[in-house]
């Protein structure tokens, strides 16, 4: 009987297979287990599942802080629709302020404006302080704030 599982996204499929993997071998070393290579296909699709729910169990009792959500741009989109990176979303960015950053400085907000946006950059500074993500909208936070004499 097929399983029905629906994992949360390719990075939990992806980390519950490599769990259920590393157990196997370890298995296989212990005792005369056959390697995850010797396994059926749905052998492996059943250690895989329960891979997914240990990692979710071990989740919820705080044992691991993995978060299968991928850090994915809540609305830049690709061509064919899809999120991108967080971290290549931040990369196209630094890469076009070197490119684009060094023409003439154009008054294109007011002060209060500037205020608005170098709020908005430092609570996305909040919401991603360990991503560069985030650490890149600090530093756009402080150079308009620089630029405001602030």
């Not at 329960?50 to 741009?73: C, D, K, M, Q, S």
């Not at 064919?80 to 008054?107: C, M, V």
Request: charged share 30%.
């Amino acid at each position: 009987m097929p399983i029905a599982f629906q994992y949360a996204d390719d990075a939990e499929r992806e980390h519950a297979e490599r769990l259920a993997v590393a157990r196997q071998q370890l298995a296989h070393e212990g005792e005369p287990h056959p390697t995850w290579e010797e396994l059926t296909e749905e052998e492996r699709k059943e250690a895989t599942v329960e891979a997914a729910w240990y990692l979710r169990a071990g989740r919820r009792a705080g044992l691991y802080g993995f978060n299968t959500a991928r850090p994915v741009t809540a609305m830049v989109r690709d061509i064919n629709g899809q999120p991108i990176s967080r971290d290549d979303y931040e990369a196209f960015l630094r890469t076009w302020i070197e490119k684009n950053g060094t023409g003439d400085r154009l008054a294109l907000m007011d002060s209060a404006e500037m205020f608005v946006v170098a709020a908005l950059l430092d609570e996305l500074c909040g919401v991603y302080p360990k991503e560069r993500l985030g650490q890149l909208a600090r530093e756009v936070a402080v150079e308009l704030n620089d630029r405001r004499g602030i």
